[in-house]
């Protein structure tokens, strides 16, 4: 059992250059998140999907793109990283109300 | 908007205190209600969970939390805590609908002095 799977682990980014954070779960659940945590203030919603083909903004969204072409991975894109990005990113996914599976996280600095 | 409180952002203790974490939400409706616990370095782990029924949930590792409808709180406790439950915990509320978001508190550091 993967559960949720996010890659990669660690990244270290100079400003202005961009990546992709893959998220993977096997348990065919609809809904999939990403946020991001930051010291002090919790774990914020980046963005979200609610099904394959759909996403939509979280609280923060702002910097920040994501796609969801197959129903198994949520794509959390930065064009052009900027230091306020620094941030612990997790993944999350739910088939309802009731259970979410979070991934291991990445730890993302950017310089 | 919904959100969620966690008015103790630092709880220091020694071992066998007895632990109360505050949390409380704003919304009318029905909610969910979830304790998440992470420990350093680690992902987010679910201690204890609220949908209906019995306002007193029990958790795992002897937490339990209460969920009082009238406060809009729901308040994690442990009679005993060890070393090893130094961690971050988390509050967090699902108030359903379409999208099924789950909204987090800011979080309560924890540590337990041996």
């Known amino acids: 059992n993967a559960g949720v799977t996010q890659t990669p682990k660690f990244r270290v980014l100079k400003t202005g250059q961009s990546m992709t954070l893959l998220c993977a779960q096997d348990?065919?659940?609809?809904?999939m998140y990403w946020y991001r945590q930051d010291p002090g203030m919790g774990l914020r919603l980046i963005h979200y999907?609610?099904?394959?083909?759909?996403?939509a903004k979280g609280e923060v969204p702002d910097g920040y793109n994501v796609s969801r072409l197959k129903k198994q991975n949520f794509l959390l894109g930065l064009e052009s990283a900027a230091p306020s990005q620094t941030s612990v990113y997790f993944c999350a996914s739910s088939y309802d109300q009731e259970g979410y599976t979070f991934g291991s996280g990445t730890r993302l600095t950017v310089v | 908007a919904q959100s969620v409180s966690q008015h103790n952002h630092h709880v220091i203790l020694s071992e066998a205190a007895s632990l109360e974490l505050g949390c409380n939400y704003s919304y009318g409706g029905t909610v969910n209600l979830f304790w998440y616990v992470q420990y350093p370095g680690q992902h987010l782990q679910l201690l204890l969970k609220y949908f209906s029924g019995d306002p007193l949930v029990k958790g795992i590792k002897g937490f339990e939390a209460e969920f009082i409808k009238s406060k809009f709180s729901f308040n994690l406790r442990k009679p005993s805590v060890q070393w090893s439950d130094t961690a971050e915990y988390f509050c967090a509320v699902n108030v359903g609908g379409a999208t099924n978001k789950l909204i987090f508190g800011t979080g309560t550091l924890l540590a337990v002095q041996p």
């Open positions: 999907s609610v099904g394959e083909g759909t996403t």
């Open positions: 348990m065919n659940h609809e809904y």
